[in-house]
């Protein structure tokens, strides 16, 4: 009788628990159910977002410096209170909740995020999950995992945060270990270093062209690599 009550009461418990376990699941699968409106969101906020980030465009070329930083500092200061509050909700918005579009837009806006270190380094650590899960992108954890470096005050990884010399030639802020910087962009789907500096020089020059030349710099000084390739590129 004893076991018979024993075996009972086993039975029970692990049935409530697989009840448990169910509905923790059904929880999961209703907040990754992919979301429309927040990808429409997160399209709308990336265009002002891509706005403030270049050089003034069209109207905003008649504003004076001080107008076009507040400007700019209150495009990302606002996208990044509605971008935590995206973040609490669904943690990282991977693919499946957002697509591969609104994914990048998140990251994006992200990486202006740079007034909370601590908003960033908590996105990172998600976004490292969902980069496994082969839900994220990984070059975009490589170029993150540079920014929230290079704002603490420590020596990059991947050579993705990068200043400019007199001639407007992009090279890297602090870096660890050069030597084999490659690989490891290599290993989260980056481009070579030399490339993606190369990118960077044309950028640059395209977006300084006018003072570069004044300058007497009537092109843009690239680093001698032998591959062609499509870049992509995070303003």
């Not at 029970?12 to 699968?29: A, F, K, M, P, V």
């Not at 994914?103 to 969902?130: A, P, T, Y």
């Not at 200043?163 to 290993?187: C, F, H, I, M």
Request: one cysteine or more.
């Amino acid at each position: 009788m004893n076991r018979l009550l024993l075996s009972l009461t086993i039975f029970i418990e692990l049935s409530l628990i697989g009840c448990q376990q169910r509905g923790t699941h059904d929880n999961y699968t209703r907040k990754i159910e992919f979301n429309q409106g927040l990808v429409d969101e997160l399209k709308t906020m990336t265009e002002i977002d891509q706005v403030a980030a270049y050089i003034p465009q069209g109207k905003y070329k008649q504003w004076a410096q001080g107008r076009w930083e507040n400007f700019k500092d209150s495009v990302f200061t606002t996208h990044k209170v509605r971008l935590e509050k995206i973040f609490d909700e669904f943690g990282f918005p991977g693919y499946n909740l957002v697509g591969k579009e609104g994914s990048n837009n998140f990251w994006l806006m992200v990486q202006h995020s740079d007034k909370d270190i601590d908003f960033q380094s908590r996105v990172l650590e998600k976004l490292k999950i969902e980069v496994e899960n082969n839900n994220a992108d990984g070059s975009n954890y490589g170029l993150l995992t540079d920014r929230v470096k290079i704002n603490k005050g420590e020596k990059q990884i991947y050579g993705t945060q990068v200043t400019y010399n007199a001639q407007g030639q992009a090279y890297p802020k602090p870096l660890l270990d050069s030597l084999n910087v490659n690989k490891r962009r290599a290993e989260v789907g980056l481009d070579p270093l030399e490339q993606y500096l190369n990118m960077m020089t044309l950028m640059h020059f395209e977006m300084n062209k006018d003072n570069l030349k004044a300058r007497g710099i009537n092109e843009p000084r690239l680093y001698k690599t032998t591959d062609s390739i499509v870049y992509k590129f995070e303003k």
